[in-house]
């Protein structure tokens, strides 16, 4: 099981994922790039409190982290 896997036990289906990353998309042109990251912490905390559990905030962050490479490390 993969650390995206552990996330939920019921994981959207491809075709919702899509539709998310479709709105996600339009929702992000419709700001300024500067406004980008913004939005984004705002969404993740509006999310971390519908999720209402630490341990599953804190698992996701690190699977979004993933693949990432950290300031000054490269």
């Known amino acids: 099981m993969t650390r995206f ?5 019921t994981p959207m289906t491809f075709a919702d ?7 996600m998309a339009e929702t992000l042109d419709e700001f300024d790039v500067q406004q980008h990251s913004l939005f984004l912490s705002k969404l993740s905390m509006v999310l971390s409190h519908e ?19 950290a300031k000054g490390s490269g």
Not at 5 to 9: I, R, S, V
Not at 17 to 23: I, N, T, W
Not at 61 to 69: E, F, P, Q, R, T
């Open 5 to 9: 896997q552990e996330l939920k036990n």
């Open 17 to 23: 994922l899509e539709k998310l990353y479709d709105l």
């Open 51 to 69: 999720i209402g559990d630490l341990e599953t905030v804190i698992n996701a962050i690190n699977v979004a982290k993933d693949g990432l490479v």
